[in-house]
């Protein structure tokens, strides 16, 4: 099935430190969407973003919805253990499918 | 804390076998969609519902069936299960409208045995 381009796959950082993933589409979406999800869980939603271009900020999570909607990234700023877990960016066009990438798998080392 | 729930959490079938999940939407959304999430994946649509009516497919065969209930409630339904069945399977709700935002279950563990 369909799959955005999602990179890196895994990280493994040290506490404190920064944190950068991104994903690539061949289609445009009108919506991209960031989810956090943890073992036996589903996913929870980080950020939303709907306009080109739009940068959104939940606490020290930052996502950007590219100009071209064909891609978005997410920083995480001055990691804390809690953060570990599998990140997935889902796009999505009006009310329909989500369309999601293969997961960053992040490990934080205290 | 979504407010979706899905049940049973685990679940062992063998090939050849039937198995439905369930889901309890969030209150007051009326649109559920399934997808299924294969280890080390990302969720893969299956499909969706939106007022009782399918909404929507992914590339899964007929043998992947749906209802949704005058509740909003719904259930996936797998005939003549396959060993590439097992999965994680997520059910997430939405309120139809401009930003309709999905929000997810824990998922049934289903293995195929």
């Known amino acids: 099935g369909q799959q955005l381009n999602q990179s890196p796959q895994s990280m493994f950082i040290q506490e404190g430190e920064d944190v950068s993933m991104n994903c690539t589409s061949s289609s445009i979406f009108n919506t991209w969407l960031w989810y956090k999800q943890e073992p036996g869980e589903g996913p929870v939603l980080l950020i939303a973003?709907?306009?080109?271009?739009e940068l959104t900020s939940n606490g020290r999570l930052t996502a950007q919805f590219g100009i071209t909607r064909k891609d978005s990234f997410l920083n995480i700023s001055a990691s804390i253990p809690s953060d570990a877990g599998i990140y997935f960016c889902a796009g999505q066009m009006g009310a329909q499918k989500l369309v999601f990438g293969q997961g960053t798998r992040l490990t934080i080392n205290p | 804390e979504t407010g979706v729930t899905q049940s049973p959490t685990h679940l062992i079938k063998t090939r050849g076998q039937q198995v439905t999940l369930r889901c309890s939407s969030q209150?007051?959304?009326?649109?559920v969609s399934w997808y299924q999430q294969a280890l080390g994946q990302g969720p893969q649509f299956i499909f969706q519902?939106?007022?009782?009516?399918?909404?929507g497919r992914g590339n899964f065969p007929p043998r992947f069936s749906g209802l949704q209930f005058p509740n909003y409630s719904s259930e996936l339904n797998v005939n003549a299960l396959e060993l590439d069945d097992s999965a994680l399977y997520l059910c997430a709700s939405s309120l139809r409208s401009l930003r309709d935002i999905q929000y997810f279950g824990a998922g049934t563990r289903l293995s195929v045995l």
């Open positions: 519902y939106y007022r009782e009516e399918e909404n």
């Open positions: 973003l709907y306009k080109a271009g």
């Open positions: 209150s007051g959304h009326n649109t």
